[in-house]
Nanobody
Framework: QVQVVESGGGLVQTGGSLRLSCAAS????????MGWYRRAPGKQRELVAQ???????HYADSVKGRCTISRDNAKDTVYLQMNSLKPADTAVYYC?????????????WGQGTLVTVSS
């Protein structure tokens, strides 16, 4: 059974930085797209950044120039480096992996990690 676990969230002041990590464990054949989503209080979940299997990246306009998504295929891990954080970035951040594993093929989600940016 595959487990997807995020880490790296926390409390940071405006202008600070955080690096989120998401690691998949278990027997995994392959992971294609890897992405980060977030859900702010009272708002719908939104895509923050995504990286495809060939390394192509996509960012939400709200984080362009401030966030960098990267992946380590050997570790089945995706990262989100967030700089110049703003209070508007406060949210629960979720990792989404499009993976192929024994008995399953499709999207898998982590449990989320809370990012709080104080003003």
């Amino acid at each position: 059974q595959v487990q997807v676990v995020e880490s790296g969230g926390g409390l940071v002041q405006t202008g600070g930085s955080l690096r989120l990590s998401c690691a998949a464990s278990g027997t995994i054949y392959s992971i294609s797209a890897m992405g980060w989503y977030r859900r702010a209080p009272g708002k719908q979940r939104e895509l923050v950044a995504q990286i495809t299997g060939d390394g192509s990246t996509h960012y939400a306009d709200s984080v362009k120039g401030r966030c960098t998504i990267s992946r380590d295929n050997a570790k089945d891990t995706v990262y989100l480096q967030m700089n110049s954080l703003k209070p508007a970035d406060t949210a629960v951040y979720y990792c989404n992996l499009d993976l192929w594993a024994p008995g399953t093929r499709g999207e898998d989600w982590g449990q989320g990690t809370l990012v709080t940016v104080s003003s």
